[in-house]
């Protein structure tokens, strides 16, 4: 373990790498959190004909954590920019005489699972009024019970259960985006060996160690346990931090760090593989793009691989950022079928990976 011990040493005292290690799961953090926020905003335009209805709405709906917009007319509240867009053309008097006459035209361009958490949210309210406008002996009284409802923010609440968690198409989109952060960071990485073939330090460590596969194996060592390490600290800063709920379970949580680990040990690999190919740090870094690049793309990270054509599916079926984007898309929506398997093929592919390296030539090394 003394080569595994020496690169370690090697990569904490460049300052700037070990200051990019510090920042790049910070940076995955920020990103993650940045989208995670932008998407979960509930937010909603309304346009109410009666001030009274329109206050009474409005701060019923921002007791439950919802952004309000206020239309100043009914076509802006039609062609809303947010979750959902409510048009209320009854006046308090008219909805006291005639209680089931109060509706609420509501206007969803994308349909969305917070749009569908705010029609729950506004029938909610909507029930309330009819409730309280039956039982009220005047209008006034009517009036008076709405303003003591809207006072007590626990009246109306509703719950909502769904398969894994409601916000997996926000957490699968994040955390693939971490897999071509990752791809390329360890890609790239891995070509601060050329120094060391260049100038026969290679050679001399290969002398030090038992076989070639004990040289790669501590080698490869190294970016993992960089890589699980960034990982763990951007997962503890999305969960203490920034309140992040993944909805996994803890022993899908190993699941998930543990494949990570795996991705990053195939990408270091990959990447030494492409150090044994050349001695030009230029050329290393036009194979690392041309590398990872495909493997980024066709495995799903960009977007999603179901949108591609089905020629570029068989082939993404076969790599292993796409078995990753799997896994993340599996254990946060909870459709957990295939997650095994996937695991089973980045083990596997990271075996393959041992094998081409163990059968490079030590001077190629």
């Given at each position: ?42 937010s ?24 309000v ?5 009914q ?21 006291y ?66 398969l ?61 346990l ?111 079928g ?17 094998g ?10």
């Open positions: 373990m003394k080569l595994f011990e020496l690169y370690l040493k090697r990569i904490f005292k460049r300052k700037m790498t070990f200051l990019m290690m510090i920042l790049l799961p910070i940076m995955a953090t920020f990103m993650v959190v940045s989208q995670y926020n932008e998407a979960t905003k509930v909603l335009t309304l346009y109410a004909d009666d001030p009274k209805m329109e206050s009474y709405v409005s701060r019923m709906l921002k007791n439950q954590n919802v952004e917009v206020t239309a100043k007319h076509q802006e509240a039609m062609d809303h920019q947010t979750n959902l867009g409510i048009v209320l053309t009854q006046k308090l008097k008219d909805i005489q005639n209680p089931q006459a109060l509706k609420a035209k509501m206007y969803e361009k994308d349909v969305s699972f917070n749009s569908k958490t705010l029609e729950v949210k506004m029938n909610s309210i909507l029930s309330t009024i009819q409730t309280l406008a039956k039982n009220s002996a005047t209008q006034t009284l009517f009036e008076e019970n709405l303003d003591k409802v809207e006072k007590d923010s626990s009246t109306i609440g509703f719950k909502t259960k769904t894994g968690n409601p916000n997996a198409v926000i957490l699968t989109s994040a955390f693939n985006m971490v897999v071509f952060v990752m791809i390329f960071w360890t890609m790239t990485s891995t070509l601060l060996f050329l120094d060391d073939k260049f100038h026969s330090t290679t050679q001399r460590f290969l002398l030090t160690t038992k076989s070639k596969f004990s040289y790669y194996v501590q080698t490869i060592g190294v970016f993992a960089i890589g699980v390490m960034q990982f763990l600290l951007m997962l503890v800063l999305l969960v203490t931090v920034f309140k992040i709920d993944l909805g996994i379970s803890a022993q899908q949580l190993l699941l998930l760090i543990a494949a990570y680990g795996l991705l990053n040990i195939i990408a270091a690999g990959l990447g030494l593989l492409l150090v044994s190919v050349t001695t030009k740090k230029s050329t290393g870094q036009l194979l690392a793009k041309v590398v990872a690049l495909p493997l980024a793309m066709l495995g799903g990270t960009l977007w999603p691989a179901a949108i591609m054509p089905e020629a570029m599916q068989k082939v993404a079926a076969f790599l292993p950022t796409y078995w990753l984007t799997e896994i993340n898309n599996q254990l946060f929506t909870g459709l957990q295939a997650v095994g398997s996937y695991f089973i093929k980045l083990m596997i592919c990271t075996v393959v990976i041992f081409l390296l163990s059968r490079v030539r030590s001077e190629n090394v």
